[in-house]
Structure formats: structure tokens, C-alpha cells
């Protein structure tokens, strides 16, 4: 089982980037997939997650309004869409997947399976 992220860039305030997280090894379409993100010296943070229902989508407050997530079960991938970033985004941001379905601030022992992570830099 794995996950792997992509997507991770150098950015300036205000740019965008899309990120991918990509799974083999087990029914991707039965598991909900959460992003998370850790700056250096800070905690991870929860900020998406998306389940298996059709309205079934989270976002952490910092950043609601700005990030999207999607799937496409067909290529067991989830994207995060990041618009109008900001130096605070710049972190390692990580995927992970579980069989539960999404809440607010999900608590990451309940996922099953997390990828390395991608890093994002944005640039003031």
C-alpha cells in the first residue's frame, strides 16, 4: 500500500499550484483521503479531507475559500488545488487515507496509510 504526493513547487504570494496524491496497493474508492501540512518547528496541521459521499469535503479555516480538493477514483488520485497562497502555506504537505468518513479536524490515527510529502515554498 502507498501513497504518493506530487505537485510540491516554489511559488510567489499570490500564485497557485495543484498538488496530487496518488495511491496503489488497495481500493482507493473506498477510503477517504486527507491533506495535511507541517511548516518547519510547527505541528501537522489537518486542512482537507474528502471522503467517498458526493458532498462529502472538508477544509480547515486557514484555508477555506482558497484550497479545493477533488478525486478521480478512475486514477486513484486526489488533488488539492492551492489559489491565492500565502507565505504562511509554505510547508511539507502530506496525503494520508483511511475508511472513515470525513469531519472537521479528523484526527490522523485514523488514517491507514500516508505518503512522504511534497514541499511547497511560497516566496513573499
Known amino acids: 500500500e502507498q501513497l504518493v504526493e506530487s505537485g510540491g513547487d516554489l511559488v510567489h504570494t499570490g500564485g497557485s499550484l495543484t498538488l496530487s496524491c496518488t495511491a496503489s496497493?488497495?481500493?482507493?474508492?473506498?477510503?477517504?483521503v486527507g491533506w495535511f501540512r507541517q511548516a518547519p518547528g510547527g505541528d501537522r496541521e489537518w486542512i482537507s479531507c474528502?471522503?467517498?459521499?458526493?458532498?462529502?469535503?472538508y477544509y480547515g479555516d486557514s484555508v477555506k475559500g482558497r484550497f479545493a480538493i477533488t478525486r478521480h477514483d478512475a486514477n486513484s488520485t486526489v488533488y488539492l488545488q492551492m489559489n491565492n497562497l500565502k507565505p504562511e502555506d509554505t510547508a511539507t504537505y502530506s496525503c494520508?487515507?483511511?475508511?472513515?468518513?470525513?469531519?472537521?479536524?479528523?484526527?490522523?490515527?485514523?488514517?491507514?496509510?500516508w505518503g512522504q510529502g511534497t514541499q511547497v515554498t511560497v516566496a513573499s
Open positions: 494520508a487515507a483511511g475508511k472513515f468518513y470525513c469531519l472537521p479536524q479528523v484526527p490522523k490515527a485514523l488514517f491507514d496509510y
Open positions: 496497493g488497495f481500493t482507493f474508492a473506498d477510503y477517504t
Open positions: 474528502i471522503d467517498t459521499r458526493e458532498d462529502g469535503t
